[in-house]
């Protein structure tokens, strides 16, 4: 019995240690299998992360083909969709003619001028884009850019100020006036910067920067639409050729292939609807500077323009219904212009080698040293519009965002005379006094309650509280 006993406990032991191998190998291969997943996951991971960006590209331009459009339509245009920067430049010395630019070869030059002027009067005006710099308190002057965009038929894009609190001395450029600009004049002079350094590194089609009080007549888009054609004429006038291009493989580059020349055996500056401004000519094109000086004031081209008032003075010379197209002599505000990325990198240098003077100023004498190529319009086609006085808005400050003091809500007892001009006229702005080149027929604001309401302004004052029923 003992015998067998002893042989039966070996037996069990023998089998129990059977069982207690085999659960150790299916742990060590369940390890095993969790340290491949792992290896696995990780892997993939790794692959993803590294072709994330062909693979993107890849799905975003099969998307963008099928949902996306032209902003600009042109038979045959190679203009970039919004968003992206023109094509590389061709290495030098092997440019080629695409197949899109054929169907625009075979247009005559009347019908190239027909598209330019009708590109010009589209909803960016011509331009990549329209940027409208605001700060984020001001939710009035939104609502006002938001008015005059939906009346005029405008694309306009919000682009974020540089606050008080953003201004860092360290992330300032040097400059030898210590102490002299305003934290206000930095921030405004950092936020045209932020749009001058991204079409600087992506070398960008002209954008429109508008400060966010920038006005404009309600017919603003057949007003551009008209003078197109003459800045085009303007440009052949002064026999206008290709400003220094620095940028890498740029065929305008002057220092690598020389400083090309007007030729017009060869039919001159033609129209271009891909570029209707023709922005290989100019570094800046302002169209709502405050005042202009007197240099190169000669130098000029006068038009035509039903939507510019009789009478008005170009430097001792009574206009007619006229508009001139002048090379700029140096401006001081910076209320709306056009900027190509020549003209964002040689603003951007300068203020980065010294910082002395506020934004307007600074470009004002980059222009006058003729190192900034620029022309601007008379009378502008954009003003700075302000609110009118008695409203109790210039008590809150409301009249400008640098030298308009501390902020605070209009005094109980404030005297407003104003409001009874705004219940005949149902409006609350107007152009400011010191735009004394300005000169519009319809200013969009001041139509906007007939415009959107449709009624005669006498009608707001039905909408308004009565003190004396308290309704």
Known sequence: MLLGEQTGSSTGNSSSSFISATIAHWRSYRHIHRIALVIFVLLTIFVLERYRSALASTFVSSTNSETKADPIVVPGGNSPPQGQHYESYPEAGTASETTTKEPLKQLTEEQLLELSQKNAGNSTLGFHAIKYINMKARYDREDAMALQAYMSGLEIEDYPAVEADMIDPVGMPPTH??????????????????????????????????????????????????????????????????????????????????????????????????????????????????FEYTQDHEIKLVYEDESVPEGMDYWGETMGKERVIRKSGGMTCTTAYAISHTGAAKLLLRSALDLDNPVDLLIRRLVMSRDLVAYSLFPPVMAQWGYIDGIGMTERGAQSDINSGKHQDTPANAEMPGWKDVRETASIWTIKEFQRDAGFMNVALKEAWTQIIGEEPKKFEESLWDPETNN
């Open 177 to 290: 006036r210590p102490g002299t600009l305003k934290t206000g004049e930095k921030g405004c002079w950092r936020a045209h910067a932020n749009i001058w350094s991204e079409m600087t590194r992506l070398r960008s089609p002209p954008v429109l920067i508008l400060e966010s009080d920038a006005a404009w007549d309600i017919n603003i888009r057949p007003i551009m639409s008209r003078l197109n054609k003459h800045f085009i004429q303007f440009l052949n006038q002064i026999n206008s050729t290709a400003v220094h291009d620095p940028s890498y493989n740029s065929p305008n580059n002057h220092k690598l292939h020389g400083k090309p020349t007007y030729d017009p055996d060869q039919g001159g500056i033609k129209p271009n609807p891909d570029d209707p401004w023709l922005s290989e000519h100019w570094d800046l094109f302002s169209i709502g500077q405050c």
